[in-house]
């Protein structure tokens, strides 16, 4: 709003009738350095051991700066000794995704971690976070080993569930009555218990209520996270074929950040392939194929080329 406007506002405040702005708010604005000369690991490839983490890599001073600063503090305590690097792939984090668009992309205006952002957001569900990343911060030493072991019994509850339902056979007889109490068809054949949970209508819970042999194999859950476990066997359920496929082509793409091309290269030589690709490959000097083929300008046979002269 215009100054004026601001000023007459904060003056309709008992407390304030007398006030005294400097100037009104609000509005920031900062610098930023380029975070293309990051490594994924937030260290800038300039300096070492120099770390930048928040609003100087050009995103948000919110959540981007909070995560950034989590895995910026992780890896300067992985350098100070002697650690491996502690990067988290896209298929794992939005943390991940985050760090990847800067280092990858590069900014031109404040960046904002939207879920749009991120390729495989069926993965990246609020449901599984704990089983993503507990095992990734128990090895740096961040998560306790009794925080590990929980998620481990936790992991394990799940694929118990979700094993169990795929064995179980129910019959129609013994759940058609139940259905028609529910107004929902009827099963002309017995049916897995799996497929009767594909069902939009059907939830796990509901169908304990008529299957006395699912309300047993849920006792066996911890009772103060049975609710947790439930929903996240569900979710893998219903959803199985769709996370099957992500995680598919999550591992497909993996398979080329194996590739590590960082010094193997002299980009200005390699006239195969295009310019563009050329001065954006020089600049960024990706560490691996998989970061290279997402720089934008980089095409499908750039990345060919590199394979071939690789030798793959």
């Avoid at 490594?39 to 890599?57: C, I, R, S």
């Avoid at 006239?271 to 690709?277: F, K, R, W």
């Amino acid at each position: 709003m215009p100054w004026d406007v601001q000023f007459k506002a904060l003056e309709k405040i008992p407390a304030f009738e007398h006030v005294q702005a400097y100037r009104p708010g609000y509005a920031i604005e900062y610098d930023y350095f380029d975070p293309t000369q990051l490594k994924h690991n937030l260290e800038t490839k300039l300096v070492k051991n120099l770390f930048f983490a928040g609003q100087v890599n050009g995103t948000t001073g919110y959540e981007e700066a909070a995560g950034q600063g989590l895995i910026a503090g992780m890896n300067a305590h992985q350098n100070a000794v002697g650690g491996e690097p502690f990067v988290l792939g896209r298929d794992e984090a939005y943390i991940g995704v985050l760090i990847d668009d800067l280092v990858t992309k590069g900014v031109d205006e404040p960046y904002r971690m939207f879920t749009s952002r991120a390729e495989h957001r069926i993965l990246l569900r609020q449901d599984d976070a704990d089983l993503r990343l507990t095992g990734r911060s128990h090895a740096v030493g961040l998560a306790s080993d009794h925080r590990y072991d929980l998620m481990v019994k936790k992991r394990e509850s799940i694929e118990k569930l979700v094993q169990f339902a795929k064995e179980f056979s129910v019959k129609s007889a013994l759940i058609n009555p139940y259905f028609e109490r529910l107004g929902l068809p009827l099963l002309k054949q017995g049916s897995k218990l799996f497929d009767l949970i594909l069902r939009p209508q059907l939830g796990v819970k509901m169908l304990a209520k008529a299957i006395p042999a699912l309300a047993e194999e849920l006792e066996k859950t911890d009772v103060w996270r049975r609710d947790e476990i439930v929903e996240a066997a569900e979710i893998r359920i219903k959803y199985h074929g769709y996370i099957e496929r992500e995680e598919q082509i999550a591992a497909k793409i993996g398979r080329l950040e194996k590739v590590k091309i960082r010094g193997k290269f002299d980009y200005a030589s390699i006239h195969q392939i295009s310019t563009e690709a050329r001065q954006k490959l020089d600049k960024i000097d990706p560490e691996t194929i998989g970061q290279a083929s997402r720089i934008p300008g980089i095409s499908p046979s750039d990345i060919n080329i590199l394979l071939l002269l690789l030798g793959r």
